[in-house]
């Protein structure tokens, strides 16, 4: 902390303010990745451009895309508005930090369709005040985080397609680079979630992506599925495509469709990871 009077911290991109609250420190809409739209859309996240000013991290940011009624009625409440700018975390932190604490990464559930780290029964103001970092993250959600088509093929030189977990990875790597800043202790992670956001602990348990991100784990309601192989995800891919109209889609093509095209499919356009 730069001053533990106020909530500036100096990030490695950047200075960022944030909130007061109940003598709880907080920090919202903080970038972890590059803005993955136009050519950054179906790809692993990229680094975020440093500032020179500082930012301030007083609201939260844009949700993915998805149904808002449904997230409303069973993904935890109103999640705001919709970008696919949209990678984004949020920060508690007890104002008053004397040794390094404990940091926990929460991934909400959702199915990977709704969800946001801003709704409100994920306000980590409690457990700060147990004495714990908490960070709440945003993830592309529906087809912006799970797609493939053989137009994306070749692309990088290794492609996965589980774009959503590739955020994840991102953020927890965000957290090992700067959450000693604001008084967390980066050999004591602790990786949460619920449903959909368990499921994702699952996943970066087993994945050699996520190794030595963080140390524990915390498996709420959580599920395992058969994943979908990637023959398969790739046949969904093309036929989402024909259904919009792009028979021979190029890259391109897939990147120019608006970012609201895709929540509103239903099955058999659905895709998981």
């Given amino acids: 902390m730069l001053n533990p009077s106020i909530p500036l911290v100096a990030t490695r991109h950047g200075k960022i303010v944030g909130v007061v609250q109940e003598e709880i420190h907080i920090w919202h809409g903080i970038p972890y990745a590059a803005p993955p739209t136009g050519e950054l859309r179906w790809r692993a996240p990229q680094p975020v451009t440093p500032w020179q000013d500082v930012r301030q991290a007083d609201c939260f940011s844009c949700a993915s895309w998805q149904d808002i009624t449904w997230c409303r009625e069973l993904g935890g409440g109103d999640p705001g508005n919709f970008s696919e700018d949209c990678l984004y975390l ?37 457990l700060a ?22 137009a994306l093929e070749g692309e990088e030189a290794e492609c996965i397609h589980n774009y959503a977990l590739l955020d994840q990875i991102a953020a927890l790597r965000w957290v090992q680079d700067n959450i000693a800043a604001f008084g967390g202790d980066t050999q004591n992670v602790t990786l949460f979630g619920e449903s959909a956001g368990a499921r994702s602990v699952l996943s970066l348990m087993a994945s050699p992506l996520a190794k030595g991100l963080f140390h524990k784990a915390i498996i709420q309601s959580g599920y395992t599925l058969p994943d979908t192989p990637r023959e398969v995800a790739l046949k ?4 989402l495509a024909e259904h919009l109209g792009l028979a021979h889609a190029t890259a391109e093509q897939l990147r120019a ?17």
Avoid: C
Wanted: charged share 10%.
């Fill in 90 to 126: 949020n920060v508690w932190a007890p104002a008053v930090r004397h040794e390094p604490l404990p940091v926990m990464v929460w991934l909400h559930g959702g199915g990977y369709t709704i969800g946001a780290g801003s709704l409100p029964p994920y306000d980590g103001q409690a």
């Fill in 236 to 239: 969904k891919g093309v036929a």
């Fill in 129 to 150: 005040k147990r004495g714990a970092i908490v960070v709440t993250v945003n993830y592309r959600l529906g087809h912006l985080g799970f797609f493939a088509h053989p």
């Fill in 257 to 273: 469709l608006p970012a609201e095209t895709f929540w509103p499919l239903d099955a058999p356009f659905k895709i998981a990871p």
